[in-house]
């Protein structure tokens, strides 16, 4: 069946940027999605991108989609701690997530 | 205030019992889903519901049952035949169903099984 596939682990200090890496296979996704998910509790959806977009900016967050390699990736800029949590891309035509990067913020 | 509310929080059940997961939500949303969270792994898809009275299996729908009698709530049975039920369940919910709508998640319920 169809895949996403996320490293999943992400350590950065405070005040630099993250980048978290997402694969997918499915070629005919119409949106693919980034949620936050702190312990515990459920997801929250962070941000989406069209697949005919190769980038989308949303205050802190960049998130980078290049349709011929099926990578998308989500830059957070200034991280900070409050930023320590899992995320996960998903691919909703299939409704199939990745299994989660979990971001640790260092002080 | 909208949204998604899943009941209890924390679940624990004895082996062979059957149990029933709450998930409500006041969106007035059509579809609904039911996922499983393991640890290191992604949501695998249980159930969803595009419409009332319509409900169809996701990736890993053996051991579970759903109902879909009321557009609000989406029940979710966890039957003695899962055999590892152990989890974190997530109930989400979009406008439509359709592969563009977000889904919107309710806070979650973790399930035990001493």
């Known amino acids: 069946g169809e895949d996403v596939e996320q490293s999943l682990f992400l350590s950065v200090r405070e005040g630099d940027s993250s980048v978290i890496n997402c694969t997918y296979t499915?070629?005919?996704?119409?949106?693919l999605y980034w949620y936050k998910q702190e312990p515990g509790a459920g997801l929250q959806l962070l941000t989406y991108?069209?697949?005919?977009?190769d980038m989308k900016q949303d205050q802190r967050l960049t998130v980078l989609l290049n349709k011929k390699d099926k990578h998308l990736s989500l830059r957070i800029a200034e991280t900070q701690t409050g930023d320590s949590a899992i995320y996960f891309c998903?691919?909703?035509?299939?409704?199939?997530f990745g299994s989660g990067t979990q971001l640790t913020v260092l002080p | 205030d909208g949204g998604i509310t899943q009941s209890p929080k924390y679940l624990f059940r004895k082996e062979g019992q059957n149990v029933t997961l709450s998930c409500e939500q006041n969106?007035?949303?059509?579809?609904m889903y039911w996922y499983r969270q393991d640890p290191g792994q992604g949501l695998r898809l249980i159930y969803y519901?595009?419409?009332?009275?319509?409900?169809q299996k996701g990736d890993i729908a053996e051991g579970y049952s759903v109902s879909r009698e009321k557009k609000e709530s989406f029940p979710l049975t966890v039957t003695s035949a899962q055999k590892n039920p152990t989890a974190f369940y997530l109930c989400?919910?979009?406008?439509?169903?359709?592969?563009?709508?977000?889904?919107?998640f309710g806070p979650g319920t973790r399930l035990t099984v001493l």
């Open positions: 969106l007035n949303h059509d579809a």
């Open positions: 519901s595009q419409i009332v009275n319509d409900f």
């Open positions: 991108i069209f697949s005919n977009m």
């Open positions: 989400a919910s979009s406008i439509a169903g359709i592969s563009t709508d977000t889904q919107y």
């Open positions: 499915d070629s005919s996704s119409t949106y």
């Open positions: 998903a691919d909703s035509r299939q409704l199939t």
